[in-house]
Nanobody, 120 residues
């Protein structure tokens, strides 16, 4: 199994910045894709940014130019740097990891979610 622990959420004024972190642990052979999703009240969960193991990251149009996803493969950690935050970025942010365990089993794991609130 792969266990994810997120941190870094909180409240910030519009225009401010936050940095989210998500550390993966467990029986991990290789992590393929690491992603951040978010879900606002009444909305479906949506993809914010994703970073494959061996290619460039991709972003939702709504966050391009403001958010940056990065990963530290040695530490099995993914980050989301969020700048120029807007009230519409308010949501619970979830880390997602697609990995292969030491037993060669594919896993798709989710973090517990961290609240991000952007005040007008």
């Amino acid at each position: 199994q792969v266990h994810l622990v997120e941190s870094g959420g909180g409240s910030v004024q519009s225009g401010g910045s936050l940095r989210l972190s998500c550390a993966a642990s467990g029986s991990i052979r290789v992590i393929n894709t690491m992603s951040w999703y978010r879900q606002a009240p009444g909305n479906e969960r949506e993809l914010v940014a994703t970073i494959p193991r061996s290619s460039s990251p991709n972003y939702a149009d709504s966050v391009k130019g403001r958010f940056t996803i990065s990963r530290d493969s040695a530490e099995n950690t993914v980050f989301l740097q969020m700048n120029s935050l807007k009230p519409e970025d308010t949501a619970v942010y979830y880390c997602n990891v697609q990995a292969l365990t030491m037993s060669f089993l594919p896993v798709n794991s989710w973090g517990q979610g961290t609240q991000v609130t952007v005040l007008p």
